[in-house]
C-alpha cells in the first residue's frame, strides 16, 4: 500500500535479494546467508538484516546498514504517529487505510514527490484538528496535540510549542469558571532540576497562557537518549 516504502533505497531489490550478491564485489553467493560474514571472493565483512517493511532478508555493507537502520526508525517513528492517530480517525467514521492512501496520493501530487508516512500522518493530523475544532471537541484535539507533540520529540525535533496548545486547552478550561483565577506547577518526584525550580509557582491563568510556563523550556528529563530536548511532564494545579 506504500509506495514510498517501496523505493529501493539502501535495501536491495528483490531480484537481488534472490541472488544474494556481494554488496562490494556482487560476487554471486550460492545461497542467501543468514549472519554477518565475509565474501569469499573479496574477504570483506558485509551484514545481513530481515528488512523492517519486506520481511525479506537483506545484504548491506557497514554504510549502507547505518542508513538502514535510520531508515528503520524513522519507519517505526512514523508508524507509531499514524497509530496514536488511528482511533481518532476511525472515530470519525473513516477508514485509516484509505485516508493514509488518499493522503499520500495528494501530497504526492502536489509536491511531486513521494510523501513519507511521517508527512502523511502530519497532513492527517491538520486535518483531524479542523474537524475537531468545528466540532468543539476539545478531549480530541488534546489527543491529537500529544501524538503530534510526541511524533516531534522522538523525530529529535523541537515539540514545545505543540504540547503549550495542551496546557492551553486546560487552561481556557479553568478560564471559562467563576472560581478558578490562579494555578500552580506541579513537578514530578523524578522531574529534572529545571522543572522542580518552577515546582509550587503560582500565576494568573492569563499569565500562565501568555508567557507559556509549560512545557518548561529548559526541561532536559529524557525518555529518548536520542532526542535533543527534554520531555516536561509538569502540570497545572487550581488555586481557588
Same mark, same amino acid.
Given at each position: 500500500m506504500f509506495d514510498w516504502l517501496k523505493n529501493k533505497s539502501v535495501v536491495s531489490s528483490k531480484?537481488? *535479494?534472490?541472488?544474494?550478491?556481494?554488496p562490494y564485489c556482487s560476487f554471486e553467493m550460492d545461497k542467501m546467508p543468514t549472519r554477518k560474514q565475509k565474501c569469499k571472493s573479496c574477504d570483506k565483512e558485509?551484514?545481513?538484516?530481515?528488512?523492517?517493511?519486506?520481511?525479506?532478508? *537483506? *545484504?548491506?555493507?557497514?554504510? $549502507?546498514?547505518?542508513? %538502514?537502520?535510520r531508515e528503520k526508525e524513522k519507519y517505526y517513528t512514523d508508524k507509531s504517529f499514524i497509530d496514536g492517530l488511528?482511533?481518532?480517525? $476511525?472515530?470519525s467514521g473513516q477508514s485509516t487505510d484509505k485516508l493514509i492512501k488518499k493522503t499520500q496520493e495528494d501530497l504526492t501530487k502536489k509536491f511531486d514527490q513521494n510523501a513519507s508516512l511521517g508527512d502523511v500522518a502530519w497532513s492527517i493530523a491538520n486535518k483531524l484538528i479542523v474537524e475537531a *475544532?468545528?466540532?468543539n471537541d476539545i478531549g480530541s484535539l488534546k489527543g491529537?496535540?500529544?501524538?503530534?507533540?510526541?511524533?516531534?520529540? %522522538?523525530s529529535g525535533k523541537d515539540y514545545r510549542n505543540i504540547k503549550a496548545k495542551l496546557y492551553e486547552l486546560d487552561l481556557m478550561d479553568y478560564q471559562k469558571s467563576d472560581v478558578v483565577k490562579k494555578v500552580e506547577v506541579l513537578a514530578t518526584n523524578e522531574s529534572c532540576e529545571h522543572?522542580?525550580?518552577?515546582?509550587?509557582?503560582k500565576c494568573t491563568i492569563k499569565e500562565a497562557i501568555e508567557k507559556k510556563i509549560l512545557p518548561c523550556r529548559e526541561c532536559n528529563y529524557q525518555m529518548d537518549k536520542k532526542s535533543?530536548?527534554?520531555?516536561?511532564?509538569?502540570?497545572?494545579?487550581?488555586?481557588v
Open positions: 531480484s537481488e *535479494i534472490q541472488k544474494a550478491n556481494c558485509y551484514l545481513v538484516r530481515t528488512h523492517y517493511f519486506t520481511k525479506e532478508k *537483506i *545484504i548491506l555493507t557497514d554504510k $549502507e546498514a547505518i542508513s %538502514y537502520d488511528k482511533w481518532l480517525i $476511525e472515530a *475544532i468545528k466540532k491529537i496535540y500529544f501524538q503530534m507533540a510526541l511524533y516531534l520529540y %522522538y522543572c522542580k525550580l518552577l515546582n509550587g509557582v535533543v530536548l527534554g520531555w516536561c511532564r509538569c502540570c497545572y494545579a487550581l488555586c
